[in-house]
């Protein structure tokens, strides 16, 4: 796991035992991260619609539906090709998810608890 650069992993966690799943963040190894998640947004430069050419998420309490709701977001702007930059313990907005294989990772399982879950 890098340290380089920030990442949320999202993790499926399966409660079999109540037939619900849930949709938790994990922290890779970087140094920098606070306790309250927050991520900048902004529409790329080729995009026509300008109505919303950027934006705030916030990850404050790390509970079952505060997460849910977080990843839906971010799950929203990746899809839409949003550039992401999350805000470090220097209170620095880093670029954040912009690695092409995070970004199908994170594609991947957020499209996996969709599934399970019947979201979509």
Same mark, same amino acid.
């Given at each position: $796991?890098? !340290?380089?650069?920030?990442?949320?992993?999202?993790?499926?966690?399966?409660?079999? $035992?109540?037939?619900?799943?849930? %949709?938790?963040?994990?922290?890779? %190894? *970087?140094? *920098?991260?606070?306790?309250?998640?927050?991520?900048?947004?902004?529409?790329?430069?080729?995009?026509?619609?300008?109505?919303?050419?950027?934006?705030?998420?916030?990850?404050?309490? /790390?509970? !079952? !539906?505060?997460? *849910?709701?977080?990843?839906?977001?971010?799950?929203?702007?990746?899809?839409?090709?949003?550039?992401?930059?999350?805000?470090?313990? !220097?209170?620095?907005?880093?670029?954040?998810?912009?690695?092409?294989?995070?970004?199908?990772?994170?594609?991947?399982?957020? /499209?996996? *608890?969709? /599934?399970?879950?019947?979201?979509?």
């Amino acid at each position: $796991m890098t !340290k380089e650069y920030p990442l949320l992993i999202p993790v499926i966690v399966n409660d079999w $035992m109540q037939d619900e799943a849930y %949709l938790f963040f994990e922290n890779n %190894l *970087y140094p *920098y991260f606070t306790d309250t998640v927050t991520v900048k947004w902004q529409a790329t430069k080729n995009l026509t619609d300008s109505t919303d050419a950027e934006g705030i998420y916030e990850l404050t309490l /790390r509970n !079952k !539906k505060n997460q *849910y709701e977080f990843g839906g977001k971010l799950y929203e702007s990746l899809q839409k090709g949003h550039d992401l930059f999350i805000k470090n313990s !220097k209170n620095e907005f880093v670029p954040f998810y912009d690695n092409p294989d995070d970004i199908s990772a994170f594609d991947i399982t957020i /499209r996996d *608890y969709y /599934r399970l879950t019947e979201v979509y």
